[in-house]
């Protein structure tokens, strides 16, 4: 079993019951600041994942679907992403590469617009 956890609380962000995250489904999810160093991430499915400020210094990802993930403040420093496919992905300034990554190439679109925050609850009150 894996389990992701947020690189800056320590919390869990998602468990994965397997050994690895090698072809592993985590479209959609939110992985903010996940600590994923160093992790095998070939051909898993991160279509549309919220990686804002995760940690993907030398992940394996060849071959993974990041197609439309946000990538912004993440860290893919020595990352391996040969065959990946990272079209209309968002990324920032902040957002480093692998050496010798060109981003616009790939197909990943550069954005500086904050993160939408999410709407707060609506409060309700009994009537008098």
Same mark, same amino acid.
């Given at each position: 079993?894996?389990?992701?956890?947020?690189?800056?609380?320590?919390?869990? /962000?998602?468990? /994965?019951?397997?050994?690895?995250?090698?072809?592993?489904?985590?479209?959609k999810l939110?992985?903010?600041?996940?600590?994923?160093?160093?992790?095998?991430?070939?051909?898993?499915?991160?279509?549309?994942?919220?990686?804002?400020?995760?940690?993907?210094?030398?992940?394996?990802?060849?071959?993974?679907?990041?197609?439309?993930?946000?990538?912004?403040?993440?860290?893919?420093?020595?990352?391996?992403?040969?065959?990946?496919?990272?079209?209309?992905?968002?990324y920032d300034?902040?957002?480093?590469?692998?050496?010798?990554?060109?981003?616009?190439?790939?197909? /990943?679109?550069?954005?500086?617009?904050?993160?939408?925050?999410?709407?707060?609850? /609506?409060?309700?009150?009994?009537?008098?």
């Amino acid at each position: 079993m894996i389990v992701i956890r947020d690189k800056e609380r320590g919390t869990e /962000v998602w468990t /994965v019951r397997s050994h690895t995250l090698e072809n592993c489904d985590l479209a959609k999810l939110r992985l903010r600041y996940a600590g994923l160093y160093s992790q095998n991430l070939k051909c898993a499915n991160l279509a549309g994942a919220n990686l804002w400020g995760a940690d993907l210094r030398w992940a394996d990802l060849r071959g993974a679907n990041l197609r439309g993930a946000n990538l912004r403040r993440a860290n893919l420093s020595g990352a391996k992403l040969a065959g990946a496919d990272l079209r209309d992905a968002l990324y920032d300034s902040q957002t480093q590469w692998p050496e010798g990554f060109d981003a616009d190439f790939e197909g /990943v679109k550069l954005t500086e617009e904050p993160e939408p925050q999410p709407k707060p609850p /609506v409060r309700t009150w009994d009537a008098w």
